[in-house]
């Protein structure tokens, strides 16, 4: 069984900076692409930032500059660094990952979200 586990959330002030991580666990699980994606009230869930298992990245416009994305394959982890935050960054803040495994074959996985809010 495939699991995610997300932390680092929180309150922050503008201009303030938090980072999320994100570990995956599971048999055999072969990790290809992995990222993170927020959902603010009223809005449709959009990527933030994401990596495949070459190193490529991913940003949204709206983060470049300002979130950096890594990622420690033996760990099976994925790090979101958010800086100089605003509020319109106010969203929670889910996990995502694509790969396989000898049993399931191709899968897609999520976390339970994690909510950052930016406010004074």
């Known amino acids: 069984q495939v699991q995610l586990m997300e932390s680092g959330g929180g309150l922050v002030q503008p201009g303030g900076s938090l980072t999320l991580s994100c570990t995956a666990s599971?048999?055999?699980?072969?990790?290809?692409?992995m990222g993170w994606y927020r959902q603010a009230p009223g809005k449709q869930r959009e990527l933030v930032a994401e990596?495949?298992?070459?190193?490529?990245?991913v940003y949204a416009d709206s983060v470049k500059g300002r979130f950096t994305l890594s990622r420690d394959n033996a760990e099976n982890t994925v790090y979101l660094q958010m800086n100089n935050l605003i509020p319109e960054d106010t969203a929670v803040y889910y996990c995502?990952?694509?790969?396989?495994?000898?049993?399931?074959?191709?899968?897609?996985?999520w976390g339970q979200g994690t909510l950052v809010t930016v406010s004074s």
């Open positions: 990596i495949n298992s070459g190193g490529s990245l």
């Open positions: 599971g048999s055999d699980l072969s990790i290809d692409v």
């Open positions: 995502n990952i694509e790969g396989d495994t000898p049993i399931t074959g191709y899968l897609e996985r």
